[in-house]
């Protein structure tokens, strides 16, 4: 927001009434401004009278159409989730987290914000962030460590079906081919030349006291823009860098945005899988957002037809014609027009950008509609984005049946509740570090295995759905298996809304157990092989993912018994598994002979 009051451009980002949207998330950086107090105000903080002029911006344009689903802040971030009224019954579960990645991985002037939800049987979770400034190869490292710590501070469990990730990533565009895994290597010579070994282990991030600090004593006056602050050049660097800001202008004119996301930082760090695996980044097709002159905007040409018989004609003349979208034309037939609209301290930069991740058997039910700049924002150096979105929300246990009679011979497989598989072969390597150099470092792992939704897994006899753990072992074999069993036998249901979690740990006899990383396996793709090969075991070699990088592979295999005896009674039944749970739980709660088993979850 450019530490500005919002204006009726704010609208251009929130629309009018909510236009045709259910949700609308909104995450904001420099979101706080100078306010002149009246004498009642006196005892009202800047901050809160921010806060109060943001929520009051907001409800003009959305009126009371929507609710507040929630309210997230730390220093100038914001985060707003608004759902309209008619989703007030479907939205449940709503929960905040914020991490902080400023000075010392304390001040509030970097880190992330999450809001997460339920909309209807869906999990998703919307994650704001504002990263490191500047240029360079050391910076976009530190960019990609600070979306490691958000994502280590505010995604404490794998069950999201889907994540947006969003904000000022300040990813800039770059023609330095040095990148962040060329300085691991200088470093490394460096340390091989002095003849000090230094030990690169991974340690996991985890939020602390302090990353939880309040930012009600910061002064927000004093935090100053790292981007404004200018960094001295030798006139060689500054001849090399008017040959690439003209570069980029002359991209920007020919609005060649497939050359400009060549040089995007952020592209080049997902395609190498330093940062956000699993993530897909949304492609501009606009000019960068950054470092742009403030109050001024460029106009979309497709905007300056007017409605009027002549203006009518001449959009239908170049319907078919190859035009630009925004008017960026030459002046004086040397310097661009472009320039005008950048600050020539930074090279321009897609630095405001979303993306989002979703588990496999929900990719195709969260969809990109559009992907656009707010030109008409003009408070900021930044241009804002919106994305628009179309999610199909899933039904959970509501749409996976108790016992399914078209599944009782499926594909010369007998299906029933009491079919057993097992989880054998196990095995893991190139596993992170994460105990201390202390003590040995290395890691001490161990597997478990569990399920989305939970209720669908159910343990043999010995209870456990995990192995042992292997001490100091980077590589392990684990000689154990896993055996388990399913709620139901609905296959079609288990394929649309289920999931395997393989999770590896590092077992602590101190502290707490360490997650190392996570694989996911959709239901589908296993009950799918088992139809193509007639019930073979179904093989699995992935990657385990933890804060969005790959801590290591996992693989094994998925063994499923051939015969099965079905249960008695059962298969008559036409219900859905949520209402057979709820069914037991209610049954258990009224048996007396039950009273001791624990807690009952709804």
């Known amino acids: 927001m450019g530490n500005a009051p919002p204006e009726r451009s704010f609208e251009q980002m929130v629309p009018i009434r909510g236009g045709e949207y259910d949700v609308i998330a909104l995450g904001l950086q420099e979101a706080t401004w100078s306010v002149k107090k009246t004498k009642e105000e006196s005892e009202t903080s800047a901050e809160a009278q921010c806060v109060r002029q943001l929520l009051a911006a907001v409800k003009d344009i959305l009126d009371d159409d929507f609710f507040m689903v929630a309210h997230n802040k730390r220093g100038q971030m914001q985060q707003l989730v608004y759902g309209r009224q008619s989703m007030k019954s479907r939205i449940s579960k709503v929960e905040k987290i914020a991490e902080n990645t400023g000075f010392f991985h304390v001040f509030p002037n970097k880190g992330g914000l999450r809001v997460s939800m339920m909309v209807d049987s869906t999990n998703i979770a919307f994650i704001s962030c504002h990263l490191t400034a500047h240029e360079g190869a050391d910076k976009c490292s530190m960019r990609n460590s600070s979306v490691e710590e958000i994502l280590g501070g505010v995604m404490t469990t794998n069950d ?90 002359g991209m920007i004119t020919e609005e060649n945005w497939d050359a400009l996301i060549d040089l995007d930082e952020l592209t080049r760090e997902l395609k190498d899988e330093r940062v956000l695996v699993g993530y897909t980044a949304y492609k501009p097709e606009f000019p960068p957002t950054f470092k742009r002159i403030r109050c001024k905007a ?11 018989p002549l203006g009518n004609a001449a ?29 020539k301290k930074r090279l321009p930069s897609y630095t405001d950008r979303i993306l989002s991740t979703s588990l496999p058997a929900f990719k195709g039910k969260l969809t990109c509609d559009s992907f656009t700049s707010c030109e008409d924002v003009i408070t900021s150096d930044h241009k804002p984005v919106i994305g628009k979105f179309t999610l199909q929300t899933t039904r959970g246990l509501h749409d996976i049946m108790a016992y399914s009679l078209s599944n009782t011979n499926h594909f010369e497989l007998h299906y029933t509740t009491n079919t057993q598989f097992r989880l054998k072969n196990l095995s893991a390597r190139n596993l992170s570090e994460m105990d201390s150099q202390l003590f040995g470092g290395g890691s001490d792992p161990y597997l478990v295995l569990s399920a989305d939704p939970a209720d669908i897994l159910i343990p043999s006899s010995n209870g456990k759905l995990k192995t042992k753990a292997i001490t100091h072992d980077l590589n392990p074999k684990w000689t154990d298996n896993i055996d388990f069993r399913l709620a139901t036998n609905d296959i079609a249901g288990l394929s649309r809304n289920a999931h395997f979690f393989l999770t590896v740990w590092d077992y602590d006899v101190t502290n707490e157990d360490d997650l190392i990383g996570t694989a996911v396996i959709p239901l589908g793709d296993v009950f799918q092989h088992y139809a ?25 295999d998925i063994e499923v018994s051939s015969s099965s005896r079905e249960v008695v009674g059962r298969k008559h039944k036409n219900i859905t598994l949520y209402e057979d749970l709820a069914n037991k739980r209610e049954n258990a709660a009224m048996d007396p002979n039950s009273a001791g088993c624990g807690c009952i979850v709804s």
């Open 160 to 249: 999201m079906h889907h994540i947006l990730f969003m904000g000022d990533m300040n990813y800039r565009c770059t023609f330095d081919k040095k990148t962040p895994a060329d300085l691991v290597i200088e470093k490394q010579r460096r340390a091989s030349d002095t003849g000090k070994v230094e030990v690169a282990a991974k340690a996991p991030t985890k939020s602390g006291p302090a990353s939880n600090a309040s930012a009600s004593d910061v002064d927000l006056d004093s935090i100053v823009d790292e981007d404004d602050i200018e960094e001295p050049m030798p006139q060689a660097d500054k001849m090399k860098r008017e040959m690439e800001m003209q570069q980029i202008y």
């Open 298 to 308: 460029i106009s979309r040409l497709n905007e300056r037809i007017e409605e009027t």
């Open 315 to 343: 959009e239908k003349a170049t319907a078919n014609a190859p035009t630009k979208t925004f008017d960026l034309d030459m002046e004086g037939g040397e310097e661009s027009l472009t320039s005008s609209f950048y600050d």
């Open 532 to 556: 193509d090969t007639c019930g073979k075991d179904y093989h699995f070699s992935m990657n385990l993912i933890q804060h969005g990088l790959i801590q290591g592979q996992v693989e094994g």
